[in-house]
């Protein structure tokens, strides 16, 4: 909240003279997809972090790894892609400005986050049980063993399918 509040402020006194309004109204507009982008990443960052913390084995992976995946990979795809825009703007096909660029990246950092929040939400939904209690088994990190538990999940759910077959004992 306070950085919020910071960014805030920092909104209302950096933005230019009223006399060039396209300019304010710009620096405005930036500000505020900063920080609905900052709120995003949070709740984005929140989800990825349980799911890596749950899953590795050390926190500074974990949280390295949600670092990269919420933050740094949006950057990384947007300056290629800005690269390559770019080499095609000399060409003179396309021009693309500092709004273009900035709606580019609010979508390209928004849809990254939505696909891990779906990806981590739903792990964390589905296998929350099962890798919590791995880590209590003896010997349950190797290949071996993850084969083991998958072959055991298939074939309980074959059990549970043939079991809808077979119709109710009927009682004396």
Known sequence: MAVLLI?????????????RSRESTYWIVMCLVGMSMF????FALS???MWSGLTTT????ASSGAISKILILPWIVFLLSMTVFGLIAILGRVRFGPVGSMVYWFVLSAVNNLIFIAWSKSRLHRDFRHVALQRLVPGGSGWWHRAG???GRKAASRKTDASRDIPPLLSP
């Open 7 to 19: 960014d805030v402020a920092f909104m209302l006194g950096g933005a230019p003279s009223a006399t």
């Open 47 to 49: 989800w990825v972090a």
């Open 58 to 61: 050390r926190t500074n992976r």
């Open 149 to 151: 538990l998958w072959w």
């Open 39 to 42: 709120i995003m990443d949070l």
